[in-house]
């Protein structure tokens, strides 16, 4: 292994394999650090947008553990609603992937391995310095290497960000999840079935709760997309306390709702979720350092989904060290992801503020879950349907202003505020 790279990529996720990948199959030396020996376990419910296959057509298909085509939403485990994601008239083109992170990420870092990039998994770098207008990386046992580029793909709380001073007012989310062996040969629940998606949605404060099809288990969990603006790491069961008790009775109750039995042993794992805050600075030195995924706080607001725009921030890493306007980063992310990620924020302040009545007037709408699946995509733009459905929405709190859909004792009093 050599010691001097043109581009140093921290973090072998899908935002920094992407970015390795495209660095390496046009020319560039390229290392990819990976903390853990892959394939690793990565928590993560495993929710694929079909777009990805769009952006990386050559992820194979015993990646994809489940297609799914229909959702299933709840109200505190009632009020059950169950919609395909397609219409029946006309061509399906929607499909939501369920993979295994340990599978799909080592399938990513293999793809840029075979573009020539190189991989160093099981090290974990400890300092960054500049050095004669190159940076230097330290890991352990004395390891180091120089790049003219650093690539932090290195996560919620990496060193890439911290090393340089970018990131400084996060907002932090928490989901935890678990796996259960499940055999479908069983017969549980009608609706438990591998081409169907369970949400919850009243059980969980500004988040939600869900039962996603795998191949031979059941991924289990729930997640909360509101938080404080954090600056400290919450990244597994123990440091989540008190919400991970919460998140763990939440899940107990939803399999007991589907009277799934055998699930004593699941191993549970939190993590946190970097929610789009807005606009601000993700390269620094002139460029030569950039942001990418998880580290960008590119995950979305809505959805807690962060895959598919960590995916495309390593493209736009990658073409813009290779044309010579990495200095652009930032306005190109706000451009090509920031705008859309500003009017899921709106849905979401708007969502998670009266879940109650937008469960009402939106989820149990067999239209809106075709949209949300669009949404989720990449099909169709937050921006394009913000504003209506924020009108709509802002229009039966008006109407309905005499009841309780939320923490607040007067649901119209923020109204102002969402349309």
């Known amino acids: 292994m050599r010691t001097r790279y043109d581009v140093i990529v921290i973090g072998a996720g899908p935002g920094g394999a992407t970015a390795a990948a495209?660095?390496?199959?046009?020319?560039?030396?390229?290392l990819m650090v990976e903390r853990k020996p892959l394939p690793r376990h990565k928590a993560c419910g495993g929710g694929l947008p079909m777009a990805v296959g769009d952006l990386i057509p050559e992820i194979p298909a015993g990646v994809v553990e489940a297609t799914v085509t229909w959702m299933r939403h709840t109200w505190n485990f009632q009020d059950a609603v169950l919609f395909p994601v397609n219409n029946p008239d006309s061509?399906?083109?929607?499909?939501?992937?369920?993979?295994?992170?340990?599978?799909?990420?080592?399938h990513l870092a293999q793809r840029a391995i075979n573009f020539g990039a190189e991989l160093a998994d099981g090290l974990h770098i400890r300092h960054i310095e500049a050095e004669g207008g190159r940076f230097r990386l330290v890991g352990e046992n004395g390891w180091s290497a120089t790049a003219d580029y650093v690539v932090g793909a290195d996560g919620a709380?990496?060193?890439?960000?911290?090393?340089?001073g970018l990131r400084q007012k996060r907002q932090i989310g928490i989901a935890m999840e678990g796996e259960l062996s499940y055999n479908w040969d069983r017969a549980d629940h009608p609706d438990l079935r591998p081409e169907v998606l369970h949400l919850e949605y009243g059980r969980v404060k500004h988040g939600y709760a869900?039962?996603?099809?795998k191949g031979d288990h059941l991924n289990v969990g729930a997640g909360r997309m509101r938080s404080t603006t954090a600056s400290s790491s919450r990244t597994n069961l123990e440091e989540a306390h008190p919400l991970g008790d919460q998140f763990k009775a939440v899940v107990e109750d939803y399999l007991n709702s589907l009277g799934i039995e055998g699930r004593e042993g699941i191993r549970f794992y939190?993590?946190?979720?970097?929610?789009?805050?807005?606009?601000?600075?993700?390269?620094?030195?002139?460029?030569?350092v950039l942001l990418v995924g998880d580290a960008a706080g590119l995950v979305d607001p809505l959805?807690?989904?962060?895959?598919?725009?960590?995916?495309?921030?390593?493209?736009?890493?990658a073409r813009l060290i290779l044309n010579g306007s990495a200095a652009q980063y930032t306005q190109q992310i706000q451009r090509e992801i920031g705008r859309n990620l500003e009017a899921a924020r709106r849905l979401a302040n708007l969502f998670y503020r009266f879940p109650a009545l937008c469960y009402q007037v939106a989820v149990k709408r067999l239209e809106m879950t075709r949209l949300a699946a669009q949404l989720f995509c990449g099909k169709v733009e937050f921006s394009e349907v913000a504003p209506l459905a924020l009108k709509r929405i802002r229009t039966a709190l008006m109407r309905r202003g005499n009841r309780s859909y939320s923490d607040q004792t007067d649901p119209t009093q923020h109204a102002g505020e969402l349309g």
């Open 22 to 30: 495209e660095l390496a199959r046009n020319g560039l030396t390229t």
């Open 91 to 106: 061509m399906p083109d929607i499909t939501l992937w369920m993979v295994r992170r340990d599978r799909f990420d080592e």
């Open 157 to 164: 709380n990496g060193i890439t960000a911290s090393s340089f």
């Open 210 to 213: 869900w039962i996603f099809p």
């Open 270 to 288: 939190a993590h946190p979720l970097p929610i789009w805050n807005g606009p601000e600075p993700l390269e620094a030195a002139d460029g030569h």
């Open 303 to 317: 959805f807690g989904d962060g895959i598919l725009n960590a995916i495309r921030s390593g493209f736009i890493a």
